[in-house]
């Protein structure tokens, strides 16, 4: 009989004598996910442990995509998924704010189906559709009255993971263009500033030659991203989240070795099997860390 336990478990055989650095760290991997799926089993809510036993194929993408459904009326905007609520990076904030953002609930949901490669879903054009309402006239995402860092966040990620669908109208990309080419300026992703990193890089790494600034800005950010990896700033975690958001597992700019992330990314799991031990607050905060740190080592084990 199949139990809840073995659903979870990763095929993985275990390396030889004779096996390579590769094979070996593959190997390792393949625990860690065992361990970082039972962590969210244990602290997540219903929702996060499907979208972990999705991730390992324990369930089928459908099931992930029937989730996203039901949070999406026709008329109005998605309801949260709870992944901000989890400690989604960059996001946590929001969970806690009154009123809640009404553009939350539809990044949840495109982060959620851009993490299971589902961007070219049906339910995305609906998501896509009740954003067009919420976008201001400067063409960024939240109101006016609210700071600027959040505006570039919520514009570059919703904008960015827009842009790399089928059913989102010009006009949209084109605004948030003009609002993410005015905002843009070098000095803003150095120093502590994962979120506006996470942003720009998820932008321009989204829209490429369609954007003139795209290059020069991509370069900036990917510099800026190593240089936080390597001084400690970001740890290896928030460093694949910036990777996911852009879609790859590397950007231009930034040297950095797959190999050598994921080395660093597995020596930040703690001994429940959860990431992000620092973070303050009741584990369920460490959910979403740990979603990202397994979906970035199943990425960075494909190109190892």
Known sequence: MTTSED??????QEPGPGASPEEKLRYRAAEALERGWAFIERHGDELARLRARTLLGAEPVEVGLEAVEAVCALDAAPIPL???????????QFAQAD?????????????????LDALGAPVVARIAHSLTSLQAEDGGFGILSDSE????LATGLIAGHLARTRVVRPKV?????????????????????????AAFGCWFS?????????DGALQQVGRELE?????????????????????????????????????????????????????????????MPTFDAMLGTIRLCGVI
């Not at 659903?7 to 993985?12: A, F, I, K, T, W």
């Not at 709870?82 to 946590?92: H, P």
């Not at 009123?99 to 993490?115: V, Y």
């Open 7 to 12: 659903e979870g478990r990763v095929p993985v």
């Open 82 to 92: 709870g992944l901000a609520r989890q400690g989604a990076a960059g996001l946590a």
């Open 99 to 115: 009123p809640i953002p009404e553009w939350l609930g539809a990044l949840e949901s495109l982060i959620f189906l851009s993490d």
């Open 149 to 152: 860092s959040e505006r570039i």
């Open 173 to 197: 990309l084109s605004d948030a263009s003009h609002f993410m080419s005015n905002a843009w300026a070098p000095s803003l992703v150095g120093g502590r500033a994962w979120p506006l990193v």
């Open 206 to 214: 989204s829209v490429g030659n369609q954007d003139d600034l795209a």
């Open 227 to 287: 240089r936080g990896f390597r001084q400690g700033t970001y740890d290896a975690a928030g460093t694949v989240r910036v990777l996911l958001h852009c879609d790859a597992s590397a950007v231009p700019g930034a040297g950095l070795v797959p190999g050598e992330l994921l080395e660093a990314l597995l020596s930040e799991q703690g001994e429940d099997g959860g990431f992000a031990e620092l973070t303050d607050g009741p584990d369920a905060l460490r959910v």
